[in-house]
């Protein structure tokens, strides 16, 4: 079965740092992976997936993802953040000839000034 | 980009009515919506996903009876709150996809806003 875990519940940077939200799956097949970004109240607004090609791909609003196929990791990484990102952050995946996406739980990003 | 739009964004209800939440496809052709639940601070649960024109396939555990989706057509598909009652107040949100093509771009998913539902 597919699935996709988000070990930290939440992660603390200071502005102008850089983030990392990791992000690991478990999937039959080759994986089509996401992420997704949530405002309070909002619908999900997509970032960036990788399909094929590129192991590093490059995303909205600055952010990048790096996928490791020895390590089934997707990490969400921004080299500088900023406050502006603090929202909820979804991974996602769904292997090919597949549907609907599976979401992991959630990492919550705080980013102060 | 691809836009999925949700009505109504915000619900309140008597608990025992029925609530009807619309998901359309602005400027694509759906094949298949989904419907997500998402509780508080929490991830997105697959209720169900339906192909247009044909029955709704449901998640383990989620009541179709209770949960009525029709996708009649390539833009529009509804969840029906049937009876609703407290526990059912959460945030839905739909997603919809292109499917007919599988290497096209509009093979991910685009999702609405959601709507938020209270039941009292």
């Known amino acids: 079965a597919q699935s996709v875990a988000q070990p930290e519940d939440q992660v603390n940077v200071a502005e102008g740092n850089p983030l990392t939200v990791k992000c690991t799956y478990s999937v039959s097949g080759n994986p089509y992976l996401f992420w997704y970004v949530q405002y309070p109240n909002r619908g999900l607004q997509f970032l960036l997936k990788y399909i094929t090609g590129d192991n590093l791909v490059k995303g909205s609003y600055g952010f990048e993802a790096e996928f490791n196929k020895s390590q089934t990791s997707f990490h969400l990484k921004k080299p500088s953040a900023l406050v502006s990102d603090s929202a909820l952050y979804f991974c996602a995946v769904r292997d090919y000839g597949g549907t609907a996406l599976i979401f992991g739980k959630g990492t919550t990003l705080s980013v102060s000034s | 980009g691809a836009v999925v739009s949700q009505h109504p964004s915000w619900v309140i209800c008597k608990s025992g009515t029925s609530v009807k939440i619309e998901c359309r496809s602005l400027?694509?052709?759906?094949?298949?919506m989904f419907w997500y639940r998402q509780f508080p601070k929490q991830s997105l649960m697959l209720m169900a996903t339906?192909?247009?024109?044909?029955?709704?396939?449901?998640e383990q555990g989620v009541e179709k009876d209770k949960f009525l989706i029709n996708h009649a057509s390539l833009t529009l598909s509804t969840l029906t709150v049937t009876s609703a009652h407290p526990e059912d107040s959460s945030f839905y949100i739909c997603?919809?996809?292109?499917?007919?093509?599988?290497?096209?771009?509009?093979?991910?998913?685009?999702f609405g806003p959601g709507t938020r539902l209270t039941v009292l």
């Open positions: 339906s192909n247009e024109g044909s029955k709704a396939t449901y």
């Open positions: 400027d694509f052709q759906a094949t298949t």
């Open positions: 997603s919809a996809r292109d499917g007919r093509n599988v290497d096209s771009i509009y093979n991910e998913q685009f």
